[in-house]
């Protein structure tokens, strides 16, 4: 958790184009860098956090920044939300629920990329 600029202030300090904070999110995690467009800068390592977690240990994410949120249950099961301004959270918040399992071949999770299948649309 952290107060700073949050996913969608590095966006837009970037000049990035992002239709609301959820695609915001989206864009973090498909491997849309604040830093360059040269397609070797990987980011913050949101990408390689979720396949590590969801995907081969079976936990569960919670991410919300500004006014965007995205709770992964696991791979097929996700949920984009808006949240109201009420419920606003000024920077990011990243909550992992991890299970008990060992990660098998854990650098070839981190260095395959892959599609991103956390879809959002509004």
Known sequence: MDD????????????????????????????????????????????????????????QILIISNNGCLDIINKEKYKYSILD?????????ISLRLNKREIQNFHDSIFQFGKNPYKYSR
Do not use: Q
């Open 85 to 93: 301004n009420s419920n606003k959270f000024n920077g990011t918040l």
């Open 4 to 59: 700073g600029l949050s996913i969608p202030g590095r966006f837009r300090m970037s000049g990035k184009f992002f239709e609301d904070d959820c695609h915001a999110i989206e864009m973090a995690i498909s491997n849309n860098s604040t830093i360059s467009d040269d397609g070797y800068e990987r980011g913050n390592g949101l990408w390689s956090t979720l396949k590590l977690v969801v995907e081969r240990n079976g936990g």
